[in-house]
C-alpha cells in the first residue's frame, strides 16, 4: 500500500520560514515525478512546486524564489523549503506523486498519490 505523510506544518509569522517534508511508503518514486500543491479555504487546489526523476524542478510562478523543492531519494524524502512566506499562502499543503512523467506536473487530476496534508497558518 502506497502511502505519503507530510510533516512540517505549523503556525509562522509572516516573512518566516519552514520546511515541509513528505515521507513516501510502499513504493519508490525515484522514475516518477513527486510535487506539492495546496488548497486554502474555499479555494480549488494548486500547484506549487515538482520535481522529476532527473531532479528537474518547477515552481508556480507566485513562488518561484522563495520556495525550493527537493527531494532524497535513498529516504524517498520530498521536501519543500518555503521563505517569505505571506498570509495569503495559508493553506493545508499537499504532497503528490506519480509514477511516470505522464501528463502535465501542474494539474492535481494527473498524479496517481496523495498525503493527507499539512496545515501551514502564515500570521500577518
Known amino acids: 500500500q502506497v502511502r505519503l505523510v507530510e510533516a512540517g506544518g505549523r503556525l509562522v509569522q509572516a516573512g518566516g520560514s519552514l520546511r515541509l517534508s513528505c515521507s513516501a511508503s510502499?513504493?519508490?518514486?525515484?522514475?516518477?515525478?513527486m510535487a506539492w500543491f495546496r488548497q486554502a479555504p474555499g479555494k480549488e487546489r494548486e500547484f506549487v512546486a515538482a520535481i522529476n526523476w532527473v531532479d528537474s524542478t518547477t515552481y508556480a510562478v507566485s513562488v518561484k524564489g522563495r520556495f525550493t523543492i527537493s527531494r532524497d531519494n535513498a529516504k524517498n524524502t520530498l521536501y519543500l523549503q518555503m521563505n517569505s512566506l505571506k498570509p495569503e499562502e495559508t493553506a493545508l499543503y499537499y504532497c503528490?506523486?506519480?509514477?511516470?512523467?505522464?501528463?502535465?506536473?501542474?494539474?492535481?487530476?494527473?498524479?496517481?498519490?496523495w498525503g493527507q496534508g499539512t496545515q501551514v497558518t502564515v500570521s500577518s
Open positions: 510502499g513504493r519508490s518514486f525515484n522514475s516518477g515525478v
Open positions: 503528490a506523486a506519480k509514477g511516470s512523467g505522464r501528463g502535465t506536473y501542474y494539474l492535481p487530476q494527473d498524479y496517481s498519490y
